[in-house]
């Protein structure tokens, strides 16, 4: 079956701009997370839902980030006012139960560049 | 939040059995391990969860000594296409906690 999908998969913007970014997750799985990762580095946890709200939002690194998923399936993290520290690949991840121990399917991520 | 250490990079030649040891000395009573697997250019795959003992499945094992505080992770006749990072975690309740991982290098 399908996996998680995400797009775009390359985001070019400029610093100061908003942008958008999006996840598909696997079909009938509760639970959603974003990560960031930054080049060399492991994954850092941002947001997680469990269905349609956020369960935990305590690594968004600021209230420029935001992150909605209205309908308990897709899921979407906006960043305003984008700083060139954002630049990093922001990588979704779904899984079956609530638990966050349980395994979880990443998706390809995004690579967000900010000029 | 439990801290993990692991090496930072590991080399091995084609066909040997490859351990990396992951210490997680401040482990909860309710903490699983988890570990994980990237290649460049795509998201961490789920490799093998354990909470004790020795677990394995068609990848790799995990084994975890009665204290627990540490694991390792074997991984079985390595091939070219095990190169990759390795992260290891500890969760419980909370959202996965990732390190920089162990880059690991399969050799011809």
């Known amino acids: 079956g399908a996996g998680v999908s995400q797009t775009p998969s390359n985001k070019v913007t400029e610093k100061g701009k908003y942008v958008e970014l999006r996840c598909d997750p696997i079909?009938?799985?509760?639970?959603l997370y974003w990560y960031r990762q930054s080049l060399g580095q492991g994954p850092e946890f941002l947001i997680y839902?469990?269905?349609?709200?956020?369960?935990?939002d305590s690594g968004l690194p600021n209230d420029r980030f935001f992150a909605v998923r209205p309908e308990g399936s897709v899921s979407t993290l906006k960043i305003q006012r984008t700083e060139r520290g954002d630049s990093a690949v922001y990588l979704c991840?779904?899984?079956?139960?609530?638990?966050?121990?349980?395994?979880?399917?990443f998706g390809p991520g995004t690579r967000l560049t900010v000029t | 939040l439990a801290k993990t250490t692991q090496p930072i990079s590991m080399d091995s030649y084609e066909g040997q059995e490859v351990n990396i040891t992951c210490s997680h000395n401040?482990?909860?009573?309710?903490?699983?391990i988890t570990w994980y697997q990237q290649f460049p250019s795509q998201g961490p795959r789920f490799i093998i969860q354990?909470?004790?003992t020795k677990v394995t499945n068609e990848v790799a094992s995990l084994f975890i000594p009665a204290d627990r505080k540490s694991s390792t992770l074997s991984l079985p006749r390595v091939s070219l296409s095990d190169t990759a990072v390795y992260y290891c975690?500890?969760?419980?309740?909370?959202?996965?906690?990732f390190g920089k991982g162990t880059r690991l290098s399969v050799i011809a």
């Open positions: 991840a779904s899984s079956l139960t609530m638990g966050t121990r349980d395994e979880q399917y």
């Open positions: 079909s009938g799985h509760t639970a």
């Open positions: 839902f469990q269905g349609t709200g956020a369960a935990d």
């Open positions: 401040n482990i909860a009573t309710n903490d699983y």
């Open positions: 354990g909470y004790k």
């Open positions: 975690l500890v969760s419980g309740n909370t959202p996965l906690v």
